[in-house]
């Protein structure tokens, strides 16, 4: 099994072993990230993995409005946008991305540390559309038909990258929750759990 996505640490493309990415242009103010590897991750409701592939992966926020660089998935304000992703594909099961630093004080400070390699961890805020749900021998499960203790793998078949964010310890749950704020996450998660729902119903019904 592949780690979690959440004990993973994505790093800058082609960092030398020497310090910095050697993807990281300096006159451009540029570098090339992994922003995801779909691998898997333990949520409360089972686990979640992230396809990666052209039809998976919805771009469109690219071209439409933009997808901003964060700073730890933060919209608190315009200090933490570090830049933004000008571009993004997929490359060996990996989707990548090229973000340009903004040139604020903050997007100067998260540029420094990331060319000389102080600061690796890339993380993705995503919106879910899809998902196919399947059980521990890989079979699609019929969400009428799970149990409470089925042992189930969430699989987003269909998803929208709305930031990517610049993290120092992705293995800390509060760096590394792919939300968009706390009242996107609240309507995420009970889409996510809308197969155990049902069965929550019932037991409550037995009480």
Request: hydrophobic fraction near 40%; glycine fraction near 10%.
């Given at each position: 099994?592949?780690?979690?996505?959440?004990?993973?640490?994505?790093?800058?493309?082609?960092?030398?072993?020497?310090?910095?990415?050697?993807?990281?242009?300096?006159?451009?103010?540029?570098?090339?990230?992994?922003?995801?590897?779909?691998?898997?991750?333990?949520?409360?409701?089972?686990?979640?993995?992230?396809?990666?592939?052209?039809?998976?992966?919805?771009?469109?926020?690219?071209?439409?409005?933009?997808?901003?660089?964060?700073?730890?998935?933060?919209?608190?304000?315009?200090?933490?946008?570090?830049?933004?992703?000008?571009?993004?594909?997929?490359?060996?099961?990996?989707?990548?991305?090229?973000?340009?630093?903004?040139?604020?004080?903050?997007?100067?400070?998260?540029?420094?540390?990331?060319?000389?390699?102080?600061?690796?961890?890339?993380?993705?805020?995503?919106?879910?559309?899809?998902?196919?749900?399947?059980?521990?021998?890989?079979?699609?499960?019929?969400?009428?038909?799970?149990?409470?203790?089925?042992?189930?793998?969430?699989?987003?078949?269909?998803?929208?990258?709305?930031?990517?964010?610049?993290?120092?310890?992705?293995?800390?749950?509060?760096?590394?929750?792919?939300?968009?704020?706390?009242?996107?996450?609240?309507?995420?998660?009970?889409?996510r759990m809308r197969a155990r729902h049902a069965i929550v119903m019932r037991m409550c019904s037995y009480v």
């Amino acid at each position: 099994m592949l780690p979690h996505r959440d004990q993973l640490l994505h790093r800058l493309a082609n960092t030398k072993k020497s310090g910095g990415p050697t993807s990281y242009d300096k006159d451009q103010h540029t570098v090339e990230a992994v922003i995801s590897m779909g691998s898997p991750v333990e949520r409360p409701y089972g686990m979640e993995v992230l396809r990666i592939s052209p039809h998976a992966v919805d771009l469109s926020r690219l071209h439409d409005g933009g997808i901003p660089f964060l700073d730890h998935h933060s919209q608190a304000g315009i200090d933490q946008v570090l830049g933004r992703v000008t571009d993004a594909w997929i490359e060996r099961g990996r989707l990548m991305g090229r973000i340009k630093f903004a040139r604020t004080a903050q997007g100067r400070k998260a540029e420094g540390m990331v060319a000389r390699g102080e600061l690796t961890g890339i993380s993705a805020g995503y919106r879910v559309d899809e998902w196919l749900i399947t059980d521990e021998d890989g079979d699609v499960v019929d969400e009428r038909d799970i149990r409470w203790d089925d042992k189930l793998t969430f699989t987003a078949t269909r998803w929208q990258l709305f930031e990517a964010s610049l993290v120092g310890v992705p293995a800390d749950a509060a760096s590394s929750i792919r939300s968009l704020g706390g009242r996107y996450l609240i309507g995420d998660i009970r889409a996510r759990m809308r197969a155990r729902h049902a069965i929550v119903m019932r037991m409550c019904s037995y009480v």
